[in-house]
């Protein structure tokens, strides 16, 4: 029974050794208690990744229209909506991402080039 999540009365799912998820459709446990996105949650984030892409290159087709500056304007809200479409995927995925395997510190104190 202790491989299974347990739910909250604030509707969070909690798989062992985890915090808890905002809703129980956000996250699955598989059977090491791993979380990770849920079917639902990964429809509706691309479901708004392409809304975020439709509507950039909606926008600059309009403002194409109203300026006469047709496709320059379609092109970049194309390029707008894929860069706020690819932000909002990787600002939502990434919490499941965990952390990642790098040096505790970057940067100039990390090479030493005077011996």
């Known amino acids: 029974m202790a491989d299974t999540p347990a739910t909250t009365p604030g509707r ?44 950039g290159t909606l926008a600059g087709l309009w403002l194409d229209s109203q300026v006469g500056t047709r496709p320059i304007l379609t092109l970049c809200g194309l390029v707008l909506g ?4 690819g932000l909002l995927f990787w600002s939502r995925i990434r919490p499941f991402l965990g952390e990642p395997d790098t040096p505790a510190h970057w940067g100039p104190d990390t090479y030493d080039d005077d011996n």
Do not use: N
Not at 12 to 32: F, H, I, L, N, Q
Not at 82 to 85: F, K, M, N
């Open 82 to 85: 894929i860069l706020c479409g």
């Open 12 to 55: 969070s799912v909690v798989c062992p050794g985890r915090a808890p998820a905002r809703t129980r459709s956000a996250v699955s446990c598989d059977e090491s208690g791993d979380k990770g996105p849920g079917a639902a949650y990964l429809a509706a984030l691309g479901t708004a990744s392409a809304a975020s892409i439709f509507l």
